[in-house]
């Protein structure tokens, strides 16, 4: 039997962001079915009982081209979650544009991970397309959950990355995650005055002003997750875009 992870409900619609390298592009098209709308999801009872099936920890909330705060019914779907899967632990993958005005439901989840490339107004519009950065301070200090931050690193803020991290850790921030497209192989040189503190599924992971912080790749990461995407479609493939078959 394969060993999975984590689970992935994938939301697909209108998004508060229009990040340039966004997986939802990456995507087949007949996967990205609008679903903001739909309660409970596409394929929800199979996918929950594969999630029993394959004895999954945890569940993510997250998204192929929206954010999962943008469903109508996400706390229903969080309370449905909970009781019908009362061992797993719920986590939510989001820009954090609707975190503050939607905290209650923020927090009904266990653990959070936001994805931020930059404090920069400027380098965050030209990786998520508009010059409102959210307020990470205040998500944190509302937060009464765990919160990672996920970083996407790319020629417009490589630079920053030191800083960052620093910035982060003055916020309390615990874990962050440095990810590297998929198939991008050019070399940022980040973190080269570092040294790696230990390996996550082949990843480096390093302790930097007290934050834990993995080096994440794609192309070399060996996890293996469970998605059901918009339409119904019950993936097996750590990497979205390589999900063959779209049947619901």
């Known amino acids: 039997m394969p060993f999975y992870d984590f689970a992935n409900v994938l939301f697909a619609g209108p998004c508060n962001r229009f990040c340039p390298f966004c997986i939802g592009k990456q995507v087949a098209a007949a996967a990205n079915e609008f679903n903001l709308d739909v309660f409970p999801p596409r394929g929800w009872q199979a996918f929950v009982e594969a999630v029993r099936r394959h004895n999954i920890r945890e569940l993510v909330f997250t998204g192929t ?7 109508r019914f996400e706390r229903g779907l969080i309370d449905r979650a909970r009781s019908e899967l009362p061992e797993v ?7 954090g544009v609707l975190s503050l005005k939607k905290r209650e439901t923020f927090n009904a ?18 990786m998520m397309g508009s010059r409102h950065v959210p307020d990470l301070a205040a998500i ?9 931050v996920s970083c996407v690193v790319n020629e417009h803020n490589a630079h920053e990355i030191e800083d ?10 615990r874990r962050l995650v440095l990810r590297q497209l998929f198939q991008d192989r050019r070399d940022y040189t980040i973190l080269r005055a570092h040294t790696p503190t230990g390996l996550f599924r082949g990843n ?33 493939n750590y990497l979205l875009t390589e999900t063959q078959a779209w049947t619901a």
């Open 65 to 71: 081209t929206t954010d999962p705060h943008l469903y």
């Open 89 to 95: 632990r719920l986590s939510i993958h989001t820009n």
């Open 109 to 126: 989840y266990d653990r959070a991970c936001i994805s931020l490339p930059s404090f920069n107004a400027d380098t965050y519009e030209k």
């Open 140 to 148: 944190v200090a509302a937060s009464k959950i765990p919160v990672k």
């Open 164 to 173: 960052f991290i620093l910035r982060l850790s003055r916020l309390g921030i």
């Open 204 to 236: 480096p992971v390093y302790t930097i002003h007290g934050i834990e912080v993995t080096r994440w790749n794609f192309d070399t990461s060996a996890l293996g997750s469970l998605n059901l995407f918009a339409d119904g479609t019950l993936g097996t």
